[in-house]
């Protein structure tokens, strides 16, 4: 038992400790060049996923048609999974005005990948971008994603997110800095051969390279394996900035995370080919690293907590027994009152029973294709 125990303590620690320090080592003897030009300049199709987006869809058409891109190479394509209110109208307004923006309705909702399949073969450009309707880029964010594809090793390109924590939520600031781990990640990835996860809210690829996606998995979660079985690399880009608001609520947070896991579990298993180490040990070690390993913290948690129990009379695992009371009784306190102490071991709680759920409804069987917008 005590061998268990520090084999799971030890592989926590490096899930979140030793692998980022692992590819900062690497880094000093493994660096991969990129062949950027800023001249470069291909045809683009900007794809803008929405359902139920009235009260956003206007001001992200505005800030599409506001990027520092040539109009003549930009094409805007609203995807809209058969929305029920007013995102249709709105975008038609902006179609009968502009001829570089396009609607797409998809009838019968199937959700936002399948929504995607079904529109992709509309596109004119070289590159395809992928957003959702939230989110709005900084006026350079195309010219940064898009010089990368100069090289022709280069797949697809994944952008910076960004988030605006307007309302000062505790649940807002936690989500911040959970982004600016996976900042340094997909940065220390990049830099030694391949970046492995996509942001939903800003990420493009090359057309030739696109296959039709499982609709049950994101798409943000797929593009990347796709691109990277089809021996490219996929990269990030941190001045290719986008930025979105925060959740306010922690349920809603939640709730998407489920989600995110859900299918992103879904997807692993669809693809599991991938992770062949003898195909790409790059990737196979990253992906395992980054992602496979951590969704599955919670069991680990509950098997230290359980086992620790069978270790009390052992003064060491007495003190490692307290510490971990005392972790789970500020994240318990932290439902109640947000303060830094608190909702760090709250938020970290969180997101690792969210993935505990999304890994129970994955291996079930269970699906996710469509969901509402959170609230804004």
Not at 109 to 119: I, P, Y
Not at 294 to 319: C, E, G, Q
Request: charged letters at 20%; glycine letters at 4%.
């Amino acid at each position: 038992m005590e061998i268990v125990l520090w084999i799971l303590i030890g592989l926590s620690v490096y899930i979140y400790v030793g692998y980022p320090i692992l590819l900062k080592f690497l880094s000093i003897f493994i660096k991969k060049e990129n062949q950027s030009s800023q001249d470069y300049r291909p045809t683009v199709s900007l794809f803008i996923a929405a359902y139920n987006e009235e009260k956003v869809i206007k001001e992200k058409i505005e800030n599409a048609l506001q990027l520092d891109y040539p109009e003549d190479l930009l094409e805007i394509i609203v995807v809209s999974d058969d929305s029920t209110d007013k995102t249709n109208q709105i975008t038609q307004s902006f179609s009968e005005k502009y001829a570089n923006v396009h609607l797409n309705i998809v009838k019968g909702r199937k959700g936002k990948t399948a929504a995607l399949n079904k529109s992709v073969h509309l596109a004119k450009g070289d590159v395809l971008v992928f957003s959702d309707a939230n989110s709005m880029y900084d006026e350079d964010a195309l010219m940064a994603l898009v010089k990368h594809f100069n090289d022709p090793s280069i797949g697809g390109v994944c952008g910076e997110l960004r988030l605006l924590n307007s309302t000062n939520s505790s649940i807002g600031e936690s989500e911040g800095a959970y982004w600016k781990y996976e900042k340094l990640l997909k940065q220390l990835e990049t830099i030694t051969g391949t970046s492995i996860v996509a942001n939903g809210s800003i990420y493009a690829l090359r057309k030739e390279l696109f296959k039709p996606m499982n609709p049950n998995v994101g798409d943000d979660m797929q593009n990347p394996l796709i691109i990277i079985s089809q021996g490219k690399r996929f990269i990030y880009e941190p001045n290719a900035i986008a930025r979105e608001e925060t959740s306010t609520e922690s349920k809603e947070e939640f709730n998407r995370k489920v989600r995110i896991v859900t299918r992103s579990f879904t997807g692993i298993m669809h693809y599991a080919y991938v992770l062949n180490p003898f195909r790409n040990f790059d990737f196979f070690y990253k992906y395992m690293s980054h992602k496979f390993l951590r969704w599955l913290v919670a069991y680990y948690m509950i098997a230290i907590f359980l086992i620790n129990l069978f270790l009390l009379d052992k003064s060491p695992y007495m003190v490692i027994f307290i510490l971990q009371c005392a972790f789970y009784v500020l994240a318990l306190m932290g439902i109640k009152w947000k303060t830094k102490l608190t909702y760090i071991p709250y938020y970290f709680c969180l997101v690792n029973y969210a993935a505990l759920l999304g890994t129970v409804r994955a291996m079930s069987g269970k699906r996710q294709a469509t969901w509402k917008p959170t609230s804004r």
